[in-house]
């Protein structure tokens, strides 16, 4: 029971829910830091401007010629925080359908209790996500895709490297190479992948089709 209790902790499930603790701290970070940046730089702007036109004799209505403010281009970690957003998308839809549809009909009900912990670790994960897509605004485009494909491969790889060494039980038995049908669980946990990216994108372009015509300028994305 140890051992597999330390093999589940090395499951594509926690290394997910890890990414997606890593995914909001990240985040929250950014807005901590963006709310006190647009903090500093309104309070400082207002300052220095209303001295500037007072002294100046600059009148304070506004230029109708001004150009629309442009898109700023993302820096190298506003890139990382939009793939981490990605990957967990496609990764949290994927280990919580294999959970439910695969692992606790066919194998978790026979050995385990389904307690309220697991329940947490396989569903809220899901929920919290869905809520933070509602309300960011971040691009969800298909090449993306590669990185979450890359994120299943580090994981098997690793688990490949970790059985080799070690003699442990699989955190997911279909995943055991012994096995005959070893080559069509793989096959199918890769087709899985696709729906699961697919669908969370398909949600994302509808929630940015939505805001765009009920609420125009509420969100502002990058067009796909």
């Not at 995914?23 to 970070?29: A, D, N, R, W």
């Not at 209303?50 to 700023?72: F, T």
């Not at 509602?134 to 299943?152: D, H, I, Q, S, V």
Request: hydrophobic content about 50%; aromatic content about 20%.
């Amino acid at each position: 029971m140890e051992q597999k209790f330390f093999t589940s902790t090395l499951s594509k499930l926690r290394w997910t829910f890890v990414l997606v603790i890593i995914y909001f701290g990240v985040g929250s970070c950014f807005s901590f830091y963006g709310c006190y940046y647009k903090q500093n730089k309104i309070e400082g702007s207002t300052v220095n401007h209303a001295y500037l036109d007072a002294e100046q004799g600059i009148p304070k209505s506004p230029n109708v010629h001004q150009h629309p403010h442009a898109r700023e281009i993302a820096g190298a970690w506003g890139y990382i925080f939009q793939i981490i957003f990605q990957i967990c998308a496609g990764a949290v839809m994927l280990t919580d359908t294999v959970f439910w549809l695969i692992l606790y009909p066919l194998l978790t009900a026979k050995d385990y209790n389904l307690d309220i912990f697991m329940f947490f670790m396989h569903s809220i994960n899901v929920v919290f996500l869905l809520g933070d897509t509602t309300l960011n605004c971040m691009r969800f485009p298909k090449f993306r895709f590669a990185y979450f494909m890359l994120w299943t491969c580090i994981f098997v790889i690793f688990q490949w490297i970790l059985h080799a060494c070690v003699s442990m039980w699989w955190p997911y038995p279909f995943l055991d190479l012994s096995s005959s049908f070893a080559p069509l669980w793989y096959l199918a946990v890769a087709l899985m992948h696709i729906p699961c990216y697919g669908i969370f994108s398909i949600l994302v372009r509808l929630k940015h089709y939505w805001l765009s015509r009920s609420f125009p300028g509420s969100c502002r994305f990058v067009p796909w």
